[in-house]
């Protein structure tokens, strides 16, 4: 029902920021819950940051809080993820994600969301 492309990752020194787009096609991209979720080499995927159809309510996970903001303009059917003080630990594969009807308590679930995105790979390194 929607499909995802990710643009806006790429190499940043620490302490530096990257904004990602996300950019969706097909049904009632306003009616969707979006989430960024990564993944470095080893390791599960983690939840990110998630927001709700409306824009009205986000969530982010302790290690992003403060750095990280989620936005979304669904005039043009795009999520961001604006990414400042990065580290090195932020380095990973970086998804976007979007689920219908994902209630509260799911948002931070992988498996509530339905639709992905490629990943975008994110570089934190001098």
């Known amino acids: 029902q929607v499909q995802l492309v990710e643009s806006g990752g790429g190499l940043v020194q620490p302490g530096g920021s990257l904004r990602l787009h996300c950019i969706a096609s097909?049904?009632?991209?306003?009616?969707?819950?979006m989430g960024w979720f990564r993944q470095a080499p080893g390791k599960d995927r983690e939840f990110v940051a998630t927001?709700?159809?409306?824009?009205?309510?986000?969530y982010y996970s302790d290690s992003v809080k403060g750095r990280f903001a989620i936005s979304r303009d669904n005039t043009k059917n795009t999520v961001y993820l604006q990414m400042n003080s990065l580290k090195p630990e932020d380095t990973a594969v970086y998804y976007c994600a979007a689920g219908a009807r994902i209630i509260l308590s799911q948002v931070t679930k992988s498996s509530a969301y339905d639709h992905w995105g490629q990943g975008t790979q994110v570089t934190v390194s001098s």
């Open positions: 927001i709700r159809s409306s824009g009205g309510h986000t």
């Open positions: 097909g049904s009632a991209f306003s009616r969707y819950t």
